[in-house]
Each structure stands twice: as C-alpha cells, then as structure tokens.
C-alpha cells in the first residue's frame, strides 16, 4: 500500500505543473509524519499559508477528522481538530487549533433555534471541546464539522473570490468545473452557514468543493494529501480561467485613465504627503502609516474604474474587516505642487471631511439597538492616483497588513470585472459583520497597546550604549524606532537584534551623520516612507574630547560643535517640519552631559558643545510650545556600560589618570555620587521614557539629572 502511494506521489510530481499556484508537498517530510492525521494537517496547513495566492494573512481555516480514545468512557469517538479563532495558517502549530466531539457538534443540529438565534451557539462550541488545551473555536467551526470530510481546506483565493464576488459567478462556476465545485450564496459564517453547505453537498453529492459567493471556497479529501492537491487543483482552474479571461473582452479596470509619476518622484510625492494624512487619521488614535506603489496597486489607482469600484467596497469579510468597507480616493493631480502643508491641508479638509461623514452615516444607517458604538471614522486606505496607496491603522503590522488586503481586494475586483461584473457585499451585510457582537468581543479581548503604540521614535547614535537601550526601550512601550548610526558594522549587528527581540515591523535603521544635511534629509524621507511620521526625537548621537586647552586643537572644536551642537539642531529642525505637517504634538529629548552644568579641567571643548546643546534645548523649547512639542533635557554622568565613547583610549586614560585599573572605574565614579549607583544605560532609557511616555504631556524646558547624585551637577 506504501508503495502503491509513493508511486502515485512520484507520478503525480511528474505529470502536473501548476502555474498559478506552488506545489510545496515534500512526501519524505509527510512520511516522517508516521500518519499522525494532526501533524499532516498541521503540515498541510502550513504549506497552504505560505503561498499567498491560496490565502491572504490569517484567512481560511483547515481541519481534520479522527477517532481517538474518550478519556473518559474510553470508547474510540470521532474528534474534529480545526484551526482555532486567530492565527495564520502559515505559522498554524498544535496550540493553535481546537479539538472537539463530532457527535456533540452533532447534537448541536437539535437544539439550534434559527438563523435570528445563531449567534447562541457560538457558546455551545465549548461545551464541544474534547482536548482542553484547544484555542477557541472560531465561528467556522460549523462550516467543518457538517461537511462528511476527513480532511478540508476552507481558503480565501483571490482567483476564487473573483469568481465569488462576480454577477455571473454562479454561473461561470458551474460551466467551469461542469457542475464539480457547488455554490453556496453569500451568508455570513456561522451555524447556519454550516447546514447550508451540508445541504448544498447532499443535495450535489459528486462535488469535490463549494464556493461561498462573496467569500471564499472550501475544498476537501479523504487524506491530508487528497485535500491538498484538490485544493491546489481547484484554485489553479480558477486562476487559469482569469488569466485567459482578463483583459480578453474589455480592458482591465477600463483602461488607463493617468500615467504614474515615475518611481522616485512617486516617493517624493508620497513622503509630502504622508505626515499631512497621519495627522488628518489621527484626529481620534495615533495611527502608523504604511505606503506602496505595488504595481498591482497603479493599474487599478490609476484606471478608468478606480472611483466607481472603490465606492462600492470590498467583497471578503477578512477584506474589509482590514481595509473598512472602502477607501478614500485623493483628488490630486500625480505632479501637484505638495510643498506648502498649509494650502496642501486645506485642499484635503473637505475630502477627510467627507469620508468622515459618509462612514458615520454608513454607521447610522445601518446600526442595531446593541450595536457596538461608532468607531475611528477614519479612512483605512487612502488611494493617490498616480502615486500609489497609503494604509493608516493602530501598528505597523495592521497597517501593512492592511495594504496587503487591499491588493488582495484589487485582485478580486480585477477578475471579476473580467468575466462579468464586480459585486460588493450589501452594505448591511458589511455592517453586521463589522460590528458584529463576536467581533466586537475579540476586539476586546485583545492585548492592552503599550504606552507609545502608535508613536514613532528616532533616536539617533542608537546601534549601541545609550542610544541602543532607548531604542529598545521605546520599541518595547510600543514606538516604531528609528536606529541610526554612522557606523555600518553596529547596525547591522542592532537590526539583527531588534528583529528578534521586536519583530521586523518595529523599527527600520539608517546609515547616516548627524552633520549631513543630506544624510538627514533621506533619513526623514525614509521614516515617512515607513512610518508616516514622527513623533519623538532623541538627540543622542555624540563623541567625546578631553583634553587641556592647549592640547585642543580648533579640528577637535569644530568636530564637537558640529556633531553635538549642529547635530542636534538640524535633527530637531527636519523633525519639526514634519511635526508641523502633521499638526500632532511631540517630544525632542537631548541626552547632554553634567558636563553641560559642571565646569572642570581638560573639558573646555567638550563642556562648552554640551552647555550650548542645554542652551538649544531651552530655547527650542520656548519657541516650540504653541506646536504643543515639549523639548526636554536629560544630564547622564560616567555611563561606561556599553558605551563607545568610553571604550579604546578613553577609559584607560582616566583609569591612569585615577591610578585605578579599568574594571575599577565604574565602582570610582559610583562613589563619587551621592546616591553610591553606576549609571547603565537602561537608566538613561528609563529618563527618556519619562518625558515621553505620556505622564508627563505638560513639561517642556527640563532638565533631568541621571547621574547617581551630583551636588555640583543640582540645577540652579
Ligand atoms: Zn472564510
């Protein structure tokens, strides 16, 4: 029998190619499987989530059925295991599925009271559950368990969408797969949906799949590997089709409407503008933007039919769950003079205005007696004909995520405008699902953000000492973090660890010198690329000199005064331009020095840079205060862990200087304070999440002694 299989897999491979869809079964890894029915699911799942052409990010649900032991009456009894609420099929591991009865899931059929009722039985699902490690049952869970399949996939294919959300799809479908793959109108999921499909396969017991109009398909087999390349098979004629279709007997979109900018003016645009919008879609919650100008992307934005199919929404509740039911289309031309933030927030009042209120009338016209109340009424999605697409949400991931679903919507409209007509879900039916009671209750359940979500930090001189440990620190209350450093080696080296410890989406580094105007420049455009914006700025980058006065040389000055003074002033200016196009308020934190207060010998250079930085910070302060931007100071003194500035010559020049060897510095100078503490970096990160981390919104002009205790140091 083993045999026999292997022969079919070998044959199989041989003869099939796929085109539109990747063929991933690696039948030496099943083997090793030992027939473990969950495992091969777990596999299977994994293989069908990494193919982005199957599913978008976290959509479709797998399941398998086998009969294990009851623990507790011991008889063999079926258990359907089905990825639980949440989670992506790419990554999908044992914890994340759910277990439970098939006769319980069963018995469910007798009790069940109605489509007005349905939502009751989502409470019913735990009392199904059989493995107590199970995540929670999602609202699909019905959709497996009343298919008689041992194994189904249930996806969310664009190639099959488009059929599903076309005038003609029931149609097209049935000609296309000659009556094999059923169809099931459009309702939303949950227990009746579940006895639909029962139904539509009972009724048409010959099929190997259904799709769900406006939704997606649902594929099946007797084993991991039949439900697999049916899978595959079935989404691949669906792609095919489109791929012969489109384009065939109209033009796609109807036709070029604009041309696009080309690639860097469409960033240049693109980063005028995108601050100006993070300010319009964070008049309620600080959002994180996200920008693309994916080809994809231009072809619809730039089309005929881009204003006519982006107000009729998307079709695929995990869409528009993501992107709201539709996007705002900008009425600017490609090359529009973006320059003044001022004429350019006029010009784009009356569209947010607009969108505004067209989503709180959506909301009003739509809404229950229970219905959750309004929320952000917000744009998701804000499209730019002939520069591309910008996302807004409450992290970067979301954002991003948001755009990726987008394009998944653009390829649904796209096939189905091909083949027929695009049709969008009611507007009813859109509402109930977007503020549906489950809904809303998964929303609430969700993680508390951190103090800084939805704010976007550089810190400058940040791939290690202080600066590393205030970027992490303000990356893990939340912030997107900006890592700069001049030297390559080390940010290298701080991307890797950033990328463990906080994930990709948080932070993005940059190669740059704080004394380069044009470094600093493609830096700004590079984080409102990213971002969207900026909200905090950690002036941090910065050397040290100690010398006599006549040891200093005017090279050794200028180098001071243009890394620590000019440095921080031109950061702080390109920031405040942006945070003036934003109109949200903001935060410039200045590491300086004790130095900047304490005067001593061999620091004339060094303590004149840092005094003059002190200086800027105050008056920068008093000038920035009806931009609501709070500019703050934090004195550090003899912070050796970690730090460059103390490393090679510097500190075994003090040391001597001491007669103490290296190791022993750190005890020297926490004796010297009145407090007996070392300085580490993380306290520095502590002072600057102080001023930042929303305690403290009405201080500005500060400054914050971290140094253990400096009587000399006290502020006067
Ligand atoms: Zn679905």
Redesign the pocket.
Known sequence: MKGNLKFFYMNFNATTSFKHVSYLWDEKVATELNNDQVALLIYRSNLLGSDLRLTNYG??NTSCKVFSKDPLTGNSTEVMWIKGSGGDLRSLKKSGLAALYMDRLNALKKIYRGLEFEDEMVEYLNHCIYDLNSRAPSI?TPLHAFLPFKHID?L?PDAAIAIAASKDGKKINEKLFEGKIGWVDWQR?GFDLGLKLENCFQENPGIKGIL?GG??LFTWGDTAYESYVNTLEVIEKYADYLSRMEGKVKPIFGGNKITSLDKEDRKKQAALLAPVFRGFCSNQTRMIGHFTDDEKVLEFINSNDVERLAAMGTS???HFLRTKIAPLVVKLTPDEDLSDSIVLKQKLTAAFDAYRNYYSNYYSVHKHTNSPPMRDANPVIILYPGVGMFSFAKDKATARIAAEFYINAINVMRGAESVSEYVSLPLQEAFDIEYWLLEEAKLQRMPKPGALAGKIALVTGSAGGIGKAIAQKLAIEGACVVVTDINPGRLTDTAEEFNKKTGKDTFITFLMDVTKEDDIERCFREIVLAFGGVDIIVNNAGISISKTITETTLHDWDLLQSILVKGQFAISKAALRIMRQQSLDGDIVNIVSKNALVSGPNNAAYGTAKAAQLHMSRLMAAELGADKIRVNVINPDAVIQGSNIWAGGWANGRAEAYGITVEELPDYYAKRTLLREAILPADIANAVFAFVGGLLPKSTGNILNVDGGVAAAFVR
Do not use: Q, R, S, V
């Open positions: 959509g479709g699909d249930h969310h999921p769900l939704h997606g695929c509740p995990d």
